[in-house]
Structures are given as C-alpha cells and as structure tokens.
C-alpha cells in the first residue's frame, strides 16, 4: 500500500505519514505547521465499499426497510406508493413548490443535536433516507387520532381552498415548531418561502400560522408535539411504543448508489468508476434545477462523511479564515456565518445572501459545495454562492487522488474536475476596514433565481479628506458565463478619491465599458442586466461614501418588508345561519391533514400502469418520422400508444359544442402537421410513472419546417393569421368615429397584455379503469359532461359506457374545463389499447408546454373625451392570441367587459382572433374581463395623463349612474359604484396617504411610491346549460348524502351546498351531510363549474332538491311536535312511506348578457426601487359588493385569493418561447413565478359591501370567484404611478403603456435609468451627460 501525502485541512501544508502510521489505517496527531490537530484514514480500497442498496429509515409510527431501492427513487415516488401514507402531494417535482414539504428529525452535523428540517420529499433520494425519521401531515395528526393544531387553525383561519398546498404548509410549520416552539411572527413569515398556493392569496395561511408565535398566544411546546388535541395527552408515546416494522423488496434497475464514510473510498471510488461514469451527490437538489440530465450509472453520497460536514476557525499567513466542509448544507453555512458574524459585517451579508437562495426546504439539503459545482458543470446557471464567496475572496480546497490543492474560485471554474472533490471552502473572516455588500435581483420576491447578482468587497482608508480605496473584488453573476470580475473597473479605482464626483464617474464608465451581459433564451433583457450591473455598483459605492445627500441614500438599501397584516369586514345574519354564516370549508381539516383524497391519492389497481404524453419539439412543420425505438427499449415500457390505436375519432374536443367549434387531434399522426411544439403526438405506456415519463422524452421525431413560426401576437398581426372576428359591441347613435372626430381631444394608443397559465396545484390527471360497461373515469376535470362525451368519441362507444367521476380537484381555474379532456382521452385510450388501468400524471413542464392557457391580448385603441376628461367615443381594436385554433370562445368575453365601470355614450369594440404556432389557448380565471378592464383602466390613465389631471379625477366623472345602459344594452338597475367609490376613498384614507406620497416622493430620488384607485363593475352569466342533484336522507339516523353535478376545487361549493341544504331542510347538525363525489349518472349533460357561479347554480339546484323534499314531509311533519328534531322527521318520513331521495335541477335562461353586476372599488400603494424594478405592494384596500354572501369566510378567500392570481398576472409570470422550435422555455418553477407569500401586499384590508342583497343572485348571494381578480391591475398602476413619478426626475413624465406582466425588468427599463444620472451629493445633475473623459486603466 502506498503512503500518499495530505494537505492538512487548517493550513493546506502538505503531510505525509510515515508508513507504520498508515499500516495501521489511521493517522492521528498535530499538523506540524499549525499545530492543529489532524486525522487521516489510511486509503482503503474502493473494492472495500459496497454499494448501498438497502435503506431503513422511520416515518410517522413506523420502521420502514426498502430494499434494492433504486438511486433515482425519491422519498416522494416512494410515499405515494404506500396505501397509508398519501397525505404528501407532489406537483413540480423540482423543490420550487413545497407540496411535497416533510420534516426530517436527524442530529445535525455542526450542532451535533436532534432538530428538524423541512425537506421536499420529491428531492430526496431515497437512499439518503438511511437512519433518518420523517413526519407526514397524517402522522402529526387526523380524523382518527385527532387534528394536530397546525392542521385545525389552519383549518379554522379558511387557509386552505383546494388543499393542495395544505400538508406542504402543514410541515413546514411542524418543522419550524419543532426546533423552535416561540418562534416570532417573522420567523413563521420567513418560513414559507418555498410553499406555493395558487388559492388563498397567502392570508388565511399567515394568519393561521401567525397564532404560534411567541409574541401572539405564546404556547408550550409540548402541545405542539402532541400528534392530537383530543389525544388525551399521549404525547405521541403511543406513536414510539407502537412501532412497527415494514419490509419492501424492490426491483434492482441496475444503477448504484455508494455512501462512503471517508474521504478517500470517494475518491477511489470515483477513480474505479471513472470511464463508467460517476457522480459525486450531496443534498441532490441539483435535479430540480437541472431534472432533465440524465443520471450516471454510479453516484457516490457524500452526506455520510463526517470529515465533510465540520467547520472550524483556523489562521494562516494572511490572516484567520472560516473552513466549511463541502456537505455543509447551506442553511447550516448561514447558522455558521451569523454565529461569527460581527453585526453588518461581510459574514452577516453572506448570511443575508445565502438566505435569499431557493427556500427553506432546499437551502436545509442543498449544499454550498453542490451549488457551486452547478455552476461549473452549467455555465449560466446564476450561482450566488460562487458570486458572493469569490467576492469575499473565499478559496477551495480540491482533492482528487491523494493530491489536495488550494484554488481560488476564478482558478476553480476553468479547472477541469473530473475525477474531483470539492472538501473544503475558506472564507476569510472580517475586516474591520472592509466594507462588503451583496445583491440579488430577482424576478420574485423570493424562492427564485437571481436576474442579476452581485458582490461588492472594498477596503477604504479615510486620510484628510481623501477616501482611498483598495483590496477591490467586484464580482457579478447573470453577466458573463458563471461569474465576471470587474477588473477594469477596479485598477481603475486604485488611487481614487471615492469622494469625487467624477471617481464615481469615471468607474461608471469603465464598467460600462467591460460589463458584456451574455443573453440567456429565458432571462431578462441584456440591456436590463447591464443597468443593473451599473445600478448595483452605484448603491454600493454610496453605501460605501459617507455624508451622501438624503435624498440620494435612498438608492443604496433595499425596500424592506413589514410583517404582513390584513383585516376583512364583513356582516352576516345569524337568524339565517347556517346560511350566510361564516365558517371553514367542512373538508378544510382532512385537506391538511392530508386525507382528502386527490387522484393520485387514490391507491393503485392491481395491473396498473403509467402514460405519459409524447411531445413534439418544432412548431408548425410536418411530423415527418416517429423513432419510438429508444423508447421502447427503456426499463418498464410496455407500448408507445400511436394515432393508429385510436379506434374512431382523432379529435379530443367533443363536437358541436360552443367551446370546442373546432377538432384537435389527440395525436398527431405521422404525415401530418404540427402546429406547436408541445403538441402531442402519442403517449408511452410503462410500469411507473418516472420510467413513462423518460421513455416519452426518449421518443424522436424528425419534422420538416412548414415556414416561419409566428409565436406573438404582433406576429401574428404582422403575418395576417386572422381567424375570428367578434361581433362588434357598438353602442350609441350614429357611427362612434363620428362622436370621436366631434371630441374636443383625441388620443390613441396601445396597451397588451400577455399570457397566464393556470398554475393549479395539482397537475392535469387522469385515471381510467376497463370495467364490464366500458371505463370507468376519475379526472381532475372541471367538466364531467366534456370529458365523458371526449372518450366516447375517441373510442366510438356510447356515453353511457363511460362512467365519469371526480371527487375534488387540486385547483382548476379555468384551466380544467377544457383541458383537461385531452390527459382523460389519452389514458382512456391507453387503457383500451393496453385493457389495464392507466394512470396519467402530467408533470409541470408536460402540462404547460402541451396545454393552452389565458390568451395574450393587444388592444388599439382611440378615444374623444372633454376638457373634464369625460368619455365621449371610446373605439377599441382588439387582437388575441387564440393558440392554434379559435376554440374557446375568448372573444365575447372581451368586449362585453370592456366598459368596466364606466358610461360612455359612444362605443365601438371588435376582437380579432389571431393563429399563432401555440397550443389552444383557453379560460384562465376572469377570462377576457381581466384584461379588458386592464385595458379601459390604462385608457383612464392616457385620458388623465393627457389633461394633466389624476387618473381618480377622471374615473370618478365616468363611472357609471344609476339606470344607465351599458353598450351592449343592459340598464343597470341597481348600480352602486359611485357609492362604493366613495366609501373606498374614505375608508383607505386615500387623500392624507396620497399627500404622504408626494412627500415621500420629493425626499427620494431612488424610491418612489405610486397610489392607485381602480373601479368595479363585472357582469355575471347565471347561464348555460343545466346542473342536477341527487340528495338522499337516511331513515336509519337521518344523515344526508348529496351528489351534485358542480366540482369542488377550493371555492367552497360543497360547503355552500351543505349550508344550503342544511337551512332548507332544517338540519341543525350540519355533519350529518356528507357531499359525495359527482358522477357523470347525477349530473348527465351538466354544466362546467366555472365562471364564478358554480357554487351558485349548484346551491340552486340542491334548494329546488330540498324543496322536493320539503314538499313531501309536509305529511311526516304535520303528524310530529314542531319541535320534532330533522333525524325525527326523517324516521316518520320514512314510515310514511315518503320517498327520501329528491332530485335537484337548476337552468337558468341568460338575459342580456348578464344576469347582475356585482362592484367593487380597490385602492393599492406600493413603494418602487428605481434603480432594480424591485417593488413592494405596501398596501391594498378593496370594497367588495358580495351581496348576501353564503359563507363570507370563504367568499373573502375567494376575493383574496383572486386579487394574489392578479398580482401574478401584472407583476411576476410570464411567458419565453425559443423562436426557432416555438418550444415554451418557461415551463417550470425555475422560470415561471406566480406570486409567493411576500408577493401579496404587506397591508391587505377587504371588507364587503354592507346590507346589500342582491334581489337579482340565488339566495340573495353574488359571485366572488373572478371578479376580484380584475381589481388587481391596481398594482401594476399604482406602479406605473411609481415610475412617473421617476420619470418626472428627468422631465420624462409624458404619457406611456405599461403592459403587462410589469416584471421587475420592464419596470426598471420604464424608469429610464440612465448611470448619466447617478450622482454623490445634492440633487444631482440629472440626464446631463458626463463632462469627463475618462479612459479605461492600462
Ligand atoms: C427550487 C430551487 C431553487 C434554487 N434557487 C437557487 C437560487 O436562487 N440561487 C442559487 O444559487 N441556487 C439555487 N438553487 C440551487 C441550489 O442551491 C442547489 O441545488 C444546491 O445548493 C445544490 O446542492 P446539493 O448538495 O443538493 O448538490 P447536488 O445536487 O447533490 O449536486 C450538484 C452537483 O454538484 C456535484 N457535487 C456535489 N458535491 C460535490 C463536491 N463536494 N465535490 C465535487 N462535486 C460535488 C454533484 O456531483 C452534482 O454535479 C436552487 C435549487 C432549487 C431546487
Ligand atoms: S413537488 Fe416537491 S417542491 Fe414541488
Ligand atoms: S389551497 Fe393552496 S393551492 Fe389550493
């Protein structure tokens, strides 16, 4: 054996044991150097590690043992295999939505002591899970056992809808509980940063988990760690002593998995496996960033050596540095800087930084070592931890065979590392003298990857007046492939007095000539990255400078976020309870704690399989060739399911309806065209769900191009793809163009908005089971007819022969109606062809590439208005994106919703639908009214901006009167905006907080604050085609069941359907009524639960049920006391021979187009960072006219929730294509960004409209489900108002569009920064270009 040399891991000096030492296999003892003490495990041979293969870990009450589990297995894949344990959901698969969120008690590594962690289980291997415990939302509490607390005040405080996100934010609160049991509402706050939920708008949720905090109902930690309250104190010692043992013996796939103790077995095992291919792995989170690269047959773990998982303070020659083991986990690393930190110094910046990595979930597995390694590997992937650490001038210490070096990370990034390990990372401590700050911009507030990121190192000595600086390393990410180094830049500072204007000056120019920005397909825009490269360095210098102006420190910090808060005001009658009182959803406890049951909760059949959709990769072009051959060879594929295999039609979209006028194929068959990419072309069929999915990406096609792609709506516009033309709204007499030219002013424009996708929760899914009659069917579908009538179409068999059922959908949106009969056709295919049930599960880069979502709109407009800016003509030109085909019927909604809220005797609006080379676009939650209310509210904004007046000025002369006609004909009876409005400018106190802006807004250059005010008024469609129930009581105790044919998917439906049936029939005990799921039997030729009035209508169908049933009780009541309790009248009912089930029906005929409006006024102010585009909703206050709402706690969820998919809309999601495949590049959690728990405003007040019944809504109720989504697009003006208010800095404050989404890039591009304007001290010479030459260094 040989007696290899070591580098002592304090002071690098390399060591070399004598080989007695080494023949006993360890040397222990003082680095002579630094005298440090050393261990060293002599080099055992790779042949010595055997792989691992066998697991035992705990979850919940139980010992599992997997055996010949495979390395690509995640604890996720794993829970959902168990009957027991389905409480954990899974949707991006990618750590960037927390549905999947469990805790891991271990020891930690650094503390040594027992604490818990919130983990994504769909990161986790499996394989790491050996020796750890979990806990599962079922596990801390249940129906049976009791609710554990976080599950009920959830629960209780409406925060959960859908329930999808709920055990994710269950456990997230668990964990945080478990290691700290008086947290601080900021820590709670704080801790869900990686848990998405498209539903609630985030306040239930806060509010629920705001009650653990220490400083509001302080609680012993010991009820907390009770599995139940009603659990008579076991403390879950009955868990502990009930353990059990679970043995599972899988199927060995062939790739292995090594976890070595020590360094060295690594290192040889990575040279043994060199040419076979190996991965070193630590938190293995890498895969949700990078989740299509294949794995290497061999992966070596580094979490169970020790040696990488210490840190410790050491000192050598140039002075004392923090030594960080590579498995070092980054929230480990941020403990370890903040205990070493001296208050805002470099080590507490890093930790800031670090803090604003991924989220809890990630950065507790995720390690510094892996991170940085993704950056090595992939060269834009915007590392912070490599940009901060090589501004802090942190070194590496890299092993491969018995040679350990030191490298500096510029040396490390062009360092070839196979065959490589990262052990060790030094990062010198802090200097007093220097000054340090790091920077991220992101496109969301957190949980995302940084636009731009930045660190600033410099040491400034103060001698007379001069500031020195020297010690410079100014490093950026998100510019240059990995990181760039501002060198140029800094030479040039050397000798500079940092007080001089013109040093300032002159390092502007020099990085403006060395910052290059590269552009990456989905990043923001080169230029963006460049101002902020420039504006980052700016804060920093002034942060650096003292004595800096007032008004000019507003650059330099960022905006900080209070805590959040919210108030809702509503009334209800309690003589009319349980209708109208206010009350959690009744399923709200099992959603968290995880027994709801989803689709994919339910177990497997025996003999089932997976489909996965295969999908083309170039837009409009001919399917020339289909290689499934590749795929086919894949472990666990059974058959690749082609347009062949269709026994009858081709055409997902059942025909001879109103929403689906025109055939899309299910697959596209060889031959033929495909117009996106992303279009199905067939579907592969395998064993397991992972093993469909990877033989579907396997499939190749060869496509030859059809022509250019047209992607965009000005594309579209540009190439004439014209396909529909709405009949025009036009109202008023004689021709509107007229009454324009006869306005005193004119003006025109344009404005856009772009696309949203749905972003449910639960992914598109589907189920299908062959049985004796045909199929039976469990979708995630909003539309049970659709989906019935879709299969029997694609199979050629009756309706009747499938048998359709959903008990509740994970959030839908719109984006299930119709959708969804594509994922049901396909399996229902699949199971035809394979004859077992199939499951399909799409996965989030599946489902948004294959599937259409809200339209893209361009609005052209010209406008007459007076000197007072009253309407006179208003002529709207509208063009919208309908995907490849005009299905969808997106255009009547956009012209009827036009008006918003304001009379005009003139109008003239006409859509267009355009074909772009992009799937079917489709409803999305209010659609065609939120963008077009966005667009008459930007008209309001010209129309002011052109009269110099405010826009509330003018919106309020508008707004509709009593009785007034709309343009499509409608009187309106009972309008009340003008009365809202009013109380809305009271109640947010809109005038002092307006004159608090302009002084805000004078006192600082570089933070702004915008306030906006936007009106109400939303047209509901009480239409269609009709709804049915079935409701049955029970002689035995007089329980009811009741069926309808509306689908709960978060708005509360059933809920309301139980207080409705409940205070009809006169049920006290409303648990007696359970509500079962639909069938396609009970609700036949139903209609799609949407457009906010499917708790409406089906609240209407049970009553008509109920009043049957009343009806026929007469009898059994008239022989009883009145005070006979309703299981009496049940009993009585039945010995009378009285039939118990009643049927319930609703149709209600449309009238002109709407059957009532409902109003609402909404006030937001946010707060802008000038320089980034970063912006905070500071905070938002809406008045709401619900009518007599049902159930007004849900009904305030709905507005909330709402109101947060707006936010998402105007401020944070968008859409990238690659624009030579068409292929959508923002197909994932990385890239798309609906709004996050500190993306709602900090501030968010709601109160419904008082006394105010609607004589013209079912039960006196009105829809909340959209209509305050179109209220949102306050934000995105109050931030235009913001950035006119930068603009007028500079004399720019003219009119402009501010589309939508306003990300924080297009925000900051609207601001006109310009590094001209940057300046030191007083007011600064503002777009006065440089008078100084300056010429770069050397
Ligand atoms: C949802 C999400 C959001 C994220 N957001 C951000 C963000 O905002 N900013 C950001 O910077 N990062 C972000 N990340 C990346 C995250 O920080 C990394 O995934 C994580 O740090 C990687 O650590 P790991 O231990 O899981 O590495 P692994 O996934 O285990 O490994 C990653 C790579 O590093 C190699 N490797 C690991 N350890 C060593 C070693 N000691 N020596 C040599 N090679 C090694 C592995 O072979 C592999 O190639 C995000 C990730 C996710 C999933
Ligand atoms: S499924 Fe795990 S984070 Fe989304
Ligand atoms: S309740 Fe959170 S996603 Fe539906």
Redesign the pocket.
């Known amino acids: 054996m040989s007696t290899p040399a070591f580098s002592c891991p304090f002071c690098r000096t390399r060591l070399k044991p004598g080989s007695d030492i080494v023949a006993v296999g360890k040397y222990r003892g003082q680095c002579p150097h630094c005298s440090n003490s050393v261990s060293f495990r002599a080099k055992s041979t790779s042949n010595g590690v055997q792989p691992l293969t066998s697991v035992t870990f705990r979850v919940n009450d139980t010992s599992y043992t997997v055996e010949n589990a495979s390395p690509s297995l995640t604890l996720n894949d794993w829970l959902k295999s168990q009957p027991s344990l389905k409480g954990t959901k899974h949707m991006c698969q ?3 939505c927390g549905a999947c969120v469990v805790a891991l008690t271990r020891n930690d590594p650094i503390t040594k002591k027992e604490t818990t962690i919130a983990v ?1 289980s769909c ?1 986790f291997p499996i394989l790491s899970a050996n020796s750890c415990s979990f806990q599962t939302t079922e596990g801390i509490g249940n129906s049976s056992a009791g609710f554990h607390p976080i599950q009920a005040r959830l629960a209780q405080h409406n925060g959960s809808q859908c329930g999808f996100c709920s055990p994710g934010m269950v456990m997230s609160m668990y964990s945080l509980l478990k290691n700290n049991s008086k947290p601080t509402k900021q820590e709670i706050e704080d801790q869900f940063d ?1 848990n998405i939920c498209r539903c609630t708008g985030y306040r239930g949720i806060l509010d629920a988990m705001a009650t653990f905090a220490a400083d509001e109902h302080p609680i012993d930690v010991e009820d907390i760690s009770a599995c139940s309250e009603n659990c008579n104190g076991c403390n879950q010692k009955c868990a502990r002593n009930s353990l059990t043992t679970v043995k599972q013996i899988l199927t060995p796939d062939g790739s292995t998995w090594f976890a070595p103790a020590n360094v060295d077995d690594a290192l040889s095992l990575l040279q043994t496996y060199r040419s076979s291919g190996i ?11 990078f989740k299509f690269e294949p794995s290497p047959p061999v992966r070596v773990s ?1 979490m169970n050596i020790e040696a ?1 998982q210490t840190v410790s303070v050491g000192e050598n020659s140039t002075g004392k540095y923090l030594t960080v083991g ?2 070092v ?2 929230s480990n690393l941020i403990d370890v800087l903040m205990e070493n930190s001296q208050s805002g110094g470099k080590f507490d910046a890093l930790a800031q930084h670090l803090l ?4 809890f979930p ?2 507790n ?13 992939h060269d834009d ?6 940009t901060i650490m090589q501004a802090a001038g942190a070194s590496l210490n ?1 092993v491969e065979g018995a040679e350990a070096k030191e490298y500096d990370i510029a040396e490390f990034l062009v360092t070839d ?1 196979t065959s ?4 060790s990372l030094m990062i010198p401590a802090e200097d007093t003298d220097e000054k340090f700050a790091a920077y ?1 911009i ?1 496109p969301r507030y957190q ?4 636009y731009v ?1 930045a660190g600033f190192s410099m040491k400034v000595t103060e001698s007379g007046s001069k500031l020195s600086p020297s010690g410079m390393c100014f490093v950026y990410g998100g510019i240059a492939a990995r990181t760039y180094r501002a060198t140029s830049t800094e030479k040039y500072l050397i000798g500079k007095d940092l007080k001089q204007l013109d040093t300032l000056k002159g390092a502007l120019t020099c990085l403006s000539f060395e910052i290059k920005p590269r552009s990456p397909p989905a990043s923001s825009s080169a230029d963006y990255r460049k101002s902020l490269a420039m504006s980052l360095f700016y804060k920093f210098y002034l942060s650096v400078v003292p004595g800096v102006s007032a008004r000019l420190a507003s650059a330099s910090g960022s905006i900080d976020r209070p805590l959040s808060s919210g108030i809702e005001t509503y009334s209800s009658d309690s003589s009319k309870y349980p209708l109208t009182q206010p009350m959690p959803k009744i399923t709200a406890t099992l959603q968290a704690s995880g027994e709801a049951q989803y689709l994919n909760d339910i177990p497997s059949y025996p003999n089932e399989v997976h489909g996965a959709f295969i999908l083309s990769t170039q837009a409009n072009s001919t399917l020339v060739f289909l290689d499934t051959s590749a795929a086919t060879a894949m472990p666990g594929v059974l058959r690749v399911v082609l347009p062949s295999d269709i026994p009858a039609e081709n055409n997902w979209r059942p025909k001879d309806v109103v929403v689906s006028q025109y055939a899309e194929p299910l697959f596209v068959p060889v031959g033929s065209t495909v117009e996106f990419s992303g279009q199905a072309l067939g579907m592969v069929v395998a064993d397991t769900q992972a093993h469909a999915n990877a033989a579907a990406l396997a499939v190749k096609g060869t496509y030859k191009s059809l022509g250019p792609l047209v992607l965009t709506i000005k594309e579209a516009i540009q190439a004439g793809t014209l396909l529909n033309t709405s009949t025009p709204v036009i109202s008023g007499d004689g021709d509107p163009m007229d009454a324009l030219k006869s306005s005193k002013h004119q003006i025109s424009g344009e404005i856009f908005c772009g696309p949203q996708y749905h972003f449910y929760m639960e992914t598109q899914r589907a189920l299908v089971v062959p049985v004796e009659d045909g199929y039976d069917v469990v979708s995630s579908t909003q539309y049970v007819d659709h989906c019935q009538r879709a299969i029997a179409q694609v199979l050629g068999i009756t309706e009747s022969s499938v048998n359709v059922s959903v008990k509740r959908i994970g959030g839908g949106y719109g984006g299930k109606i119709n959708n969804a009969q594509q994922i049901s056709c396909g399996a229902a295919l699949a199971a035809s062809v394979v004859k077992r049930p199939v499951r399909v599960l799409m996965d989030i880069d599946s489902n948004m590439r294959m599937l259409g979502c809200r339209p893209s709109y361009l609005s052209e407009y010209q406008i007459g208005f007076d000197d007072d800016g009253k309407l006179n003509a208003v002529i709207v030109s509208v063009s919208a994106d309908c995907g490849f085909t005009a299905n969808g019927d997106i255009l009547f909604l956009y012209d009827v919703f036009f008006d918003n809220a304001y009379y005009c005797p003139h109008w003239k609006v006409i859509s267009k639908a355009y074909k772009t080379h992009t799937p079917s676009n489709t409803a999305c939650r209010s659609p065609g009214s939120v963008p077009s209310i966005f667009a008459m509210e930007s008209i309001m904004e010209h129309v002011a901006k052109t009269l110099g007046k405010t826009p509330e000025e003018v919106r309020v002369i508008n707004l509709y009167q009593k009785g007034q006609i709309t343009p499509y004909g409608q009187q309106l009876p009972y309008c009340s905006i003008s009365s809202l409005w009013t109380q809305l400018i009271t109640s947010s106190d809109f005038q002092t907080r307006s004159a608090a802006i302009q002084t805000f807004n004078k006192e600082n250059r570089w933070k702004k604050k915008g306030l906006s005010v936007v009106p109400l008024k939303f047209g509901v469609i009480l239409s269609g085609a009709p709804f049915t129930c079935v409701i049955s009581a029970y002689a035995g105790d007089g329980s009811v069941a009741i069926s309808t044919g509306g689908i709960e998917m978060g708005q509360g439906l059933n809920t309301k359907i139980v207080q409705v049936a409940a205070s009809t029939l006169g049920v006290d005990d409303i648990s007696l009524i359970k509500i079962k799921p639909s069938y396609s039997l009970i609700g036949a030729n139903n209609s799609t639960t949407g457009g906010s009035v499917g708790s409406e209508l089906n609240c209407a169908a049970i009553l008509s049920a109920c009043q049957v049933l009343n009806d026929r009780m007469k009898a059994a009541r008239a022989k009883l006391p009145a005070t006979a309790t309703w299981p009496q009248v049940v009993e009585q009912s039945y010995k009378m021979g009285i039939n118990l089930t009643a049927e319930g029906w609703v149709d209600v005929t449309s009238r002109q187009p709407f059957s009532y409006c409902t109003y609402g006024v909404t006030c937001t102010e946010v707060e802008l960072d000038v320089l980034t585009g970063e912006h905070e909703l500071i905070r938002t206050d809406m008045l709401y006219d619900c009518g007599e709402s049902m159930n007004p706690e849900i009904d305030v969820g709905q507005a909330q929730g709402a109101f947060a998919m707006g936010i998402g809309y105007w401020l944070t999601e968008h859409f990238v294509r690659d624009p030579t495949t068409g292929t959508l590049l923002t197909s994932n ?2 890239e798309y960004k609906p709004p996050s728990s500190k993306d709602i405003p900090a501030d968010f007040r709601i109160a419904f409209l008082k006394d105010a019944p609607n004589p013209l809504g079912i039960l006196r109720s009105k829809a909340v489900g959209e209509p305050p989504m179109c209220m949102s697009c306050s934000c995105l003006l109050a931030l235009k108002h913001a950035i006119e208010n930068a603009r007028s800095e500079i004399q720019r404050d003219e009119h402009f569009s501010l589309n939508g989404p306003a990300t924080v890039d297009v925000v900051q591009e609207n601001c006109l920064v310009d590094p001209n304007q940057f300046s030191l001290y007083g007011s600064a010479p503002f777009a006065r270009k440089t008078e100084t030459t300056h010429l770069l260094p050397g």
């Open positions: 990618e750590g960037g994504n990161l990686g991965a070193l792995v630590a938190g293995d989170t890498g895969k949700g960033v580094l990488l590579a498995a986990t980054l604003k990595i991924a989220n990630v950065r597995v995720g390690t510094w070592a892996g991170n940085i390694m993704l950056s090595h590997i992937f915007p590392s912070d931890v490599l890299i590392m490589k390990m990262i052990v991220k992101m949980n995302a990857h940084a990121n959690t990385w």
